[in-house]
């Protein structure tokens, strides 16, 4: 197993039991001991864990802007099925905006498949790096480079943005709320994706059920600025109100 591959096991691990130990996980990948414990050292240099005696716990608050390859491995099976939703909703030849975050990343997946001659404009070095042999058509907004978030921000990043103009914006965020709108972990890429919605015709939001009644630290969008929400769980009958008053059509399962 490579270290990248059993680095992702481990935060599998620790979204599960919120913990693990060092012996255990030895045990587990057939590893020394002190081989986990510098994959553990990394992971806490990325703000994901802290390590104590024996082993590590995880980090995970609500306005963490969490490295993308622990958001990547959370809630898969979710982000999975609010790709499938979203499927009916883009058309062969459509151009797409989109942010960084892993809910979208697995909604491309299946449109890469499913779809003809798309066009997507990304500030996503994951998406530039696992789309590169792709028939679709790629375009990166280039601009500084955010490491932990695997994305490109600032003013170039701004620029190429507001060239295009194009059918559909693909966000996730990191909370909505009824006060408090739609909300995210960071300023820099909020403001881009405030710049991607200004472009394009339609915005889709496509967000798992814990989003819900949860807040971010940057406002990001007013909900009279999204189209659709597409979640994984049916919300509360109040959501469902608020969202169909809002003109916002919900799909979920």
């Given at each position: 197993?490579?270290?990248?591959?059993?680095?992702?096991?481990?935060?599998?691990?620790?979204?599960?039991?919120?913990?693990?130990?060092?012996?255990?996980?030895?045990?587990?990948?057939?590893?020394?001991?002190?081989?986990?414990?510098?994959?553990?050292e990394k992971l806490e240099q990325e703000g994901i864990v802290t390590?104590?005696?024996?082993?590590?716990?995880?980090?995970?608050?609500?306005?963490?802007?969490?490295?993308?390859?622990?958001?990547?491995?959370?809630?898969?099976?979710?982000?999975?099925?609010?790709?499938?939703?979203?499927?009916?909703?883009?058309?062969?030849?459509?151009?797409?905006?989109?942010?960084?975050?892993?809910?979208?990343?697995?909604?491309?997946?299946?449109?890469?498949?499913?779809?003809?001659?798309?066009?997507?404009?990304?500030?996503?070095?994951?998406?530039?790096?696992?789309?590169?042999?792709?028939?679709?058509?790629?375009?990166?907004?280039?601009?500084?480079?955010?490491?932990?978030?695997?994305?490109?921000?600032?003013?170039?990043?701004?620029q190429a943005i507001q060239n295009y103009n194009v059918d559909i914006?693909?966000?996730?965020?990191?909370?909505?709320?009824?006060?408090?709108?739609?909300?995210?972990?960071?300023?820099?890429?909020?403001?881009?994706?405030?710049?991607?919605?200004?472009?394009?015709?339609?915005?889709?939001?496509?967000?798992?059920?814990?989003?819900?009644?949860?807040?971010?630290?940057?406002?990001?969008?007013?909900?009279?600025?999204?189209?659709?929400?597409?979640?994984?769980?049916?919300?509360?009958?109040?959501?469902?109100?608020?969202?169909?008053?809002?003109?916002?059509?919900?799909?979920?399962?």
């Open positions: 197993m490579k270290a990248f591959e059993r680095k992702e096991k481990i935060i599998q691990e620790l979204h599960r039991h919120k913990k693990v130990l060092v012996s255990q996980l030895a045990a587990s990948f057939e590893v020394t001991e002190e081989t986990i414990r510098r994959d553990l390590r104590n005696y024996g082993g590590a716990v995880l980090n995970v608050h609500i306005n963490d802007d969490l490295p993308y390859q622990t958001r990547n491995t959370h809630n898969i099976d979710e982000k999975r099925t609010i790709a499938s939703l979203l499927l009916p909703l883009i058309n062969d030849e459509d151009t797409l905006m989109t942010d960084t975050s892993s809910t979208v990343f697995e909604a491309l997946k299946i449109l890469e498949s499913e779809r003809d001659n798309l066009t997507i404009i990304t500030n996503s070095v994951i998406i530039l790096n696992e789309f590169n042999q792709t028939s679709h058509a790629i375009i990166s907004t280039g601009g500084s480079l955010r490491p932990k978030a695997s994305s490109l921000i600032g003013p170039v990043a701004r914006a693909l966000f996730s965020c990191k909370g909505i709320s009824m006060m408090g709108g739609i909300t995210d972990s960071n300023e820099p890429e909020s403001e881009l994706k405030q710049v991607m919605n200004q472009q394009a015709r339609q915005t889709i939001l496509l967000i798992d059920s814990s989003k819900f009644d949860s807040i971010g630290f940057v406002k990001m969008l007013e909900f009279k600025q999204i189209s659709y929400i597409i979640t994984d769980h049916r919300p509360s009958d109040e959501w469902i109100s608020f969202l169909e008053n809002h003109d916002i059509t919900l799909l979920h399962p």
